[in-house]
T-cell receptor
């Protein structure tokens, strides 16, 4: 199976512009999550989509938005870019959303999130 | 928000040495994960832990889920140069995964 793919891999924008990043999940995976990675804040959860619906959202301003299509592919959009938006944006897919807690060892790594290589966004 | 305290922040070790890193949380979690990230790539899942006290191996890697469900450790035995990277612990509740700050591992040949 092909892994998670993200396009573009690198992007340079200027302040005030907007940007759209794309993510294609592993075939058969229906849940897509987005993360922002910066040296200062580490890996932070942005949002998660399943069946074209946003299920969870992290603590980011409304300038960050996303959507998911019927084929499970997802896009995220950042409007009115700021210098601090420079980061590696990672997409991760899983077969289905996490089912709460697997108390007693019922979970399987097969159902965990698998990451793409990321899109490196630089805002000048 | 939830924070995971991961230590050490970085390590320089000789090839062939064993490595140990750990992660603690102030809250209880029932799913602990360990990922490795290499330059220019996304994190790769190494080990997933679902049961308190569980000890799981993946080749030279061994991870344990603490009995209190508030901590986990990862050991790497007989390190080799390709072990270089950043190792992240993470906890998952539902769909949301929270990552630790990472341990940067460098191996001296």
């Amino acid at each position: 199976k092909a892994g998670v793919t993200q396009t573009p891999r690198y992007l340079i924008k200027t302040r005030g512009q907007q940007v759209t990043l794309s993510c294609s999940p592993i075939s058969g995976h229906r849940s897509v999550s987005w993360y922002q990675q910066t040296p200062g804040q580490g890996l932070q959860f942005l949002f998660e989509y399943f069946s074209e619906t946003q299920r969870n959202k992290g603590n980011f301003p409304g300038r960050f938005s996303g959507r998911q299509f019927s084929n499970s592919r997802s896009e995220m959009n950042v409007s009115t870019l700021e210098l601090g938006d420079s980061a590696l944006y990672l997409c991760a897919s899983s077969q289905k959303p996490g089912q709460g807690d697997y108390i007693g060892g019922m979970g399987s790594s097969y159902n965990e999130q698998f990451f793409g290589p990321g899109t490196r966004l630089t805002v000048l | 928000g939830q924070q995971l305290n991961q230590s050490p922040q970085s390590m320089f070790i000789q090839e062939g040495e064993d490595v140990s890193m750990n992660c603690t949380s102030s809250s209880i979690f029932n799913t602990w994960l360990w990922y490795k990230q290499e330059p220019g790539e996304g994190p790769v899942l190494l080990i997933a832990l679902y049961k308190a006290g569980e000890l799981t191996s993946n080749g030279r890697l061994t991870a344990q889920f603490g009995i209190t469900r508030k901590d986990s450790f990862l050991n790497i035995s007989a390190s080799i140069p390709s072990d270089v990277g950043i190792y992240f612990c993470a906890v998952r509740y539902g769909s949301k995964v929270t990552f630790g700050t990472g341990t940067k591992l460098q191996v001296i040949p």
